[in-house]
């Protein structure tokens, strides 16, 4: 079997979108040739009068019946065609499409007249469409032998070995017998066929070209972006170690490993053991962004979000707990469905959200978290009533280190980077995450806020 697949569009979506697209609007385009047969059919024998025979009448009709019937199984087999290079695709299902739409073209042309039938300028129109989709020489072959047949059909009724179906009321005078005017249309019939295979296929080809370039730009922009992914991680790991190691040597001397210390100097050391422990955060944070961004896979296994909710919640548990904060968590799912996803990535997302929930609530304040299901998709809410954030900066705040205004005046420490993450994570599951300040949860002083995120049970691996 030929691989009609161009060797650079293996793996590019937007290519296979296009076809996809093309293929369904070749059906829908079908659908309303079937109402325009069946429109003109009436409408020319029992308005205009013309005379079609029973044969003619009967072979139109089936013939229109089949075209129905093929395209809505074309319909219901293209939802299940995959976009593997290598197997039956989207290339072949076009060529499939021609191929039937010229032989229900040929036949309808065949029992309207054939050479004084008006329908025969529908093969122009089959090829270039065609051409649009499939590779030239596949074009060139499938009308070269359409033409061929063509020209058997009129030979065949020229020499009256097969009858000819003339529409009596369409053409006073046959011309299937006439050979000098057979010949001159035939020579015309075809010259129309291939140059406009030929053109369309040249206009084609420079569009691919284009594409074609465009995509091996895509893909070195994407490996210089992964180059300079690698470098940050590379320099911000170094980063880490030196800060890590002075966060250690001040454990040490916090504990008073080495001696007692004088409390004025253990304030110093603890505002300076804070300020470490930001900065590993922020190193964390961008290491995290950096890991989204330069690798590719994703670990997919079923997920059950109450044991992965409970354990985010468990772990943050005792810091809830230091300032006070009521932090609970329900599951109001009836049905308790698992989804499918990365465990990892997953945690990172819900880990953000809680603990900003409590990093910026009030003391003696409530964080709620609730798993519930809505439309087939799972939706987890968190919310709390701590300094809310400003409407006019809610658009800005999934955005790469941006940091909210009031935020910044109640803790320096943060990168901004978090919800970039989760909003990154969630999308990555094929679903997204919104945010409501004030929430259900706020006060008039503490409005609170409230971040939804909403996941598919079966994300898809590939969209159309």
Not at 2 to 18: C, D, I, M, Q, R
Not at 60 to 73: A, E, G, K, P, Q
Request: aromatic letters at 10%; proline letters at 3%; glycine letters at 6%.
């Amino acid at each position: 079997m030929k691989n009609l697949v161009p060797e650079w569009a293996g793996e590019y979506k937007e290519f296979w979108a296009s076809i996809r697209k093309r293929n369904l609007w070749l059906i829908e385009l079908r659908y309303g040739v079937v109402v325009m047969l069946v429109f003109c059919l009436i409408i020319s024998k029992y308005i205009f009068k013309v005379d079609y025979s029973d044969t003619q009448f009967i072979a139109i009709s089936v013939i229109t019946i089949c075209i129905f019937v093929y395209n809505s199984i074309l319909h219901k087999v293209r939802k299940f065609l995959k976009c593997n290079p290598h197997g039956f695709n989207p290339l072949y299902f076009s060529l499939i499409q021609m191929i039937l739409d010229l032989i229900a073209l040929l036949l309808l042309v065949y029992f309207t007249g054939s050479i004084e039938s008006p329908l025969y300028m529908l093969f122009v129109f089959h090829t270039i469409i065609g051409s649009l989709v499939l590779p030239s020489i596949v074009v060139y072959v499938v009308a070269g032998s359409f033409v061929m047949l063509f020209i058997a059909m009129l030979t065949l009724e020229h020499f009256n070995v097969i009858p000819h179906h003339q529409v009596i009321g369409l053409m006073q005078i046959p011309l299937y017998d006439n050979i000098h005017f057979v010949v001159v249309f035939l020579l015309t019939f075809t010259f129309m066929i291939f140059v406009s295979v030929y053109l369309t296929s040249k206009i084609v080809g420079q569009l691919y070209d284009l594409e074609k370039n465009l995509y091996d730009s895509i893909k070195k922009i994407n490996a210089a972006e992964k180059e300079k992914q690698k470098y940050i991680m590379g320099i911000v790991h170094e980063i880490k170690a030196p800060i890590a190691a002075v966060a250690s040597y001040l454990d040490i001397v916090l504990q008073k490993f080495l001696g007692p210390i004088d409390e004025t100097v253990e304030d110093k050391l603890r505002r300076a053991k804070y300020r470490t422990d930001e900065g590993i955060q922020l190193i964390n944070d961008v290491l995290n962004v950096s890991k989204l961004t330069l690798y590719d896979q994703f670990d997919e296994e079923e997920l059950d979000l109450e044991e992965l909710i409970s354990s985010v919640i468990k772990r943050l548990n005792p810091v809830a707990t230091s300032h006070l904060i009521e932090l609970s968590f329900e599951d109001k799912r009836g049905e308790k469905k698992k989804i499918t996803g990365d465990k990892f990535l997953l945690d990172i997302a819900f880990s953000n959200l809680i603990g900003n929930a409590i990093k910026y609530g009030t003391d003696g304040g409530k964080v709620e978290v609730v798993l519930n299901t809505e439309d087939h998709n799972q939706v987890i809410t968190v919310a709390d009533d701590g300094v809310g954030i400003p409407a006019n900066e809610l658009p800005k705040i999934f955005n790469d280190f941006y940091r909210a205004s009031n935020v910044k005046k109640i803790s320096s420490d943060g990168s901004g980077l978090g919800l970039s993450v989760v909003k990154k994570v969630v999308e990555r599951h094929g679903g997204h995450v919104k945010v409501e300040s004030p929430s259900k949860l706020g006060r008039m002083k503490n409005p609170g806020t409230c971040f939804t995120i909403i996941l598919p049970i079966n994300h898809p691996k590939e969209t159309e």
